[in-house]
């Protein structure tokens, strides 16, 4: 099985959390973002020129949500859905949500704060950044701030595709320098340091430090 994408990649860690959780192996094969994606020979195996892409013996499949829910349907162990039908639903509508409303927030952060100015020595548009955390990041959070359990996961005591796609768009943001307002949104920072606290993500991210130095420069 192999994994194509950077592991910085919101979505590609995504993935890797996913197959962290099930044991299950994979090679990677490291494409960043850019050019590469638009390429005739990455566009024949996801011709939305995005990752992450999961090529498993004939099968080749885009969109991390979709591989993370085939990862959990061809390995049931440590489930990553709930048994519920209406809990299932919640979850598949939460990460779709972490994808939709949450990533443009955590990737312009991302990109504004630690790659434009480190990498590409850009300077960061502090007018859009100020834009995303004062207008555009607190209605999403609000959002969040109400789905956020009291304790465990969004789920009960096992982590779910919500909970790794919700986490793994804060660890972008926090590359970025965001951090959640434990005062506004005490719930939601209190889950998060509690999925981020999970060993598949401490050593998840352990893995990323080499790439991030890179970043910096």
Known sequence: MILHGAIISPNVRKVIIACMVKGIDFDSNMIVPGPELKQPEFLKLNPLGMIPVLEDDELTIGDSNIIMQYLDEKHPENALMPTDTKERAKARWLAEYAGTALFPCCGTMFREVLV???????????????ETVDHKFPPVLDYLEANAPDSTMLFGDNISIA?????????????GGYKVDENRWPKLAAYLGRVLSMQVFVKCLETEKAMIKTIMG
Do not use: L, R
């Not at 434009?116 to 100020?130: A, C, D, L, S």
């Open 116 to 130: 434009n100015p480190n990498y590409f020595k850009q300077p960061t548009n502090q007018e859009v950044v100020n």
């Open 163 to 175: 909970d790794i796609s919700i986490a793994s768009m804060f660890v972008t943001a926090g590359y």
